[in-house]
């Protein structure tokens, strides 16, 4: 087959299966080459398909040894034109290479926010899954959450507050460096996506394993948040998804209190600006990581999703070198937001034109290679004959 990456603005429509699998291989090689690390041995990672939950699955299968459940919301193939989501190959070859190296991988395709799901996912725990876990990753992005009692649909959106945000943006698909004008949002949108991208569904999930009897004696829960600095705070800490990051924090209390009788803890894990499907699409913020980029790949401090949630996982929540804040908060992020760093990229960002965007003065070339990855375009080690001979069957025939 001949695999075409397609585009709607900034989200990638077109899919490689083949090099999907190449580009969950890579990452898993980068974790070996690490070499091992004790850590859990039963992880349910909940957003586990792509970025920062796949990687998170990643490291820990093959840094740790651990066994995974994973839950995602993905689309399978249905014809030629129409060969499903990225996520969902990388968790069939995610599966593939944990389950040949004698590792449970067991993936659920359906939606997190019901109770159904979490459902499904304890009796698995119960009944196939040794009865317990000890680490729970909520690594979820979504536009949109049904609340699982009312049956009422929420969307997210990404704005700013009581602010009118003017920058530079780019549109991918078209390679058009713009300007970007962002309205604030309104209250109803605030609170709307609080409640999708807000800590509501992580307290739920953990209310719900905990009421089960699932969760080991000092288990550890981490939820993935963002802080960002002055040049991002706008549209970012200041705006809708600040908000929601903020109400995580409420209910990583919530969730502390809860788990406090059988020694277990909540952490807010505020990690790095990386190029994913969530992030690509938030404005301005491409270009805010050609300019970090830029910077910290000249430093050698750049990472990619991999890179990140190993040392997290390897070097910090289960190593000696974990950096916490004064709110308990764990910060990884400390090489981004290096006030020597964010001076540069700022000087930087303030030089990056429509002339000169995509030139190598600014890291457009290493997010572009990145945002390509996700989707199993210009993956390195690409098989390419294998992908000419991959045929839609074997694409159907591939079990989840
Ligand atoms: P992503 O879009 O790559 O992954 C989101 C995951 O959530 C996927 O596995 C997807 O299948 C799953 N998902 C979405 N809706 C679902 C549903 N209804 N049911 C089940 N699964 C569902 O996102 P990314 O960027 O890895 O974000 C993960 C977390 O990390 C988010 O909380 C994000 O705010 C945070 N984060 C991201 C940063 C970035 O630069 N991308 C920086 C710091 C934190």
């Not at 159904?116 to 040794?130: A, H, L, R, S």
């Not at 980029?293 to 929540?317: C, F, K, S, V, W």
Request: glycine share 8%; charged share 25%.
């Amino acid at each position: 087959m001949k695999f075409e990456h397609k585009m709607r603005g900034n989200v990638s429509v077109g899919v490689n299966p083949i090099g999907c699998k190449q580009e969950v291989n890579n990452q898993i090689d980068f974790v070996k080459e690490q070499g091992a690390y004790e850590g859990p041995k039963k992880v349910l990672i909940i957003g586990a398909s792509s970025s920062y939950g796949l990687a998170t699955r990643i490291s820990l299968a093959f840094g740790a040894n651990a066994d995974t459940i994973g839950v995602s919301f993905e689309k399978g193939p249905k014809s030629e034109k129409n060969l499903g989501t990225a996520g969902w190959y990388n968790n069939i070859y995610f599966k593939q290479a944990a389950e040949a190296e004698d590792l449970i991988a067991k993936n659920f395709v359906q939606d997190a926010f019901s109770h159904e799901t979490k459902q499904d996912v304890i009796k698995y725990i119960k009944e196939e899954f040794g009865g317990k876990v000890d680490l729970v990753v909520y690594s979820l992005a979504s536009s949109v959450r049904t609340d699982p009692d009312t049956g009422e649909r929420f969307n997210s959106v990404i704005k700013s507050i009581d602010q009118t945000v003017v920058g530079p943006n780019v549109n991918i698909q078209k390679q058009e460096f713009f300007e970007h004008v962002l309205e604030p949002a309104t209250q109803e949108e605030i609170a709307d996506t609080v409640k999708v991208m807000g800590g509501e569904d992580w307290q739920l999930w953990m209310e719900a394993l905990k009421e089960a009897g699932v969760l080991e004696e000092d288990v550890l829960t981490v939820n993935y948040s963002y802080l960002g600095s002055d040049l991002n705070r706008p549209y970012y800490g200041g705006g809708t998804l600040g908000q929601a990051k903020a109400d995580c924090e409420v209910k990583a209390d919530n969730v502390n209190e809860l788990l406090t009788d059988i020694g277990g803890k909540a952490t807010i894990v505020v990690a790095t600006a990386v190029t994913t499907k969530a992030s690509s699409v938030i404005p301005f913020f491409p270009v805010y990581c050609m300019g970090i980029y830029r910077i910290m790949a000249d430093n050698g401090t750049h990472e990619t999703p991999i890179m990140h949630q190993d040392r997290i996982y390897r070097d910090m929540l289960y190593g000696n070198n974990a950096m916490y804040d004064d709110k308990g908060r764990l910060r990884p992020d400390s090489w981004e937001l290096d006030p020597e760093v964010q001076k540069e990229a700022e000087t930087l960002t303030h030089t990056i034109n429509e002339d000169n965007f995509t030139s190598d003065k600014t890291g457009y070339s290493i997010f572009m290679k990145e945002y390509l990855n996700l989707a199993g375009f210009d993956v390195d080690g690409y098989n390419e004959a294998e992908g000419e001979e991959t045929t839609l069957d074997d694409l159907l025939a591939l079990e989840f």
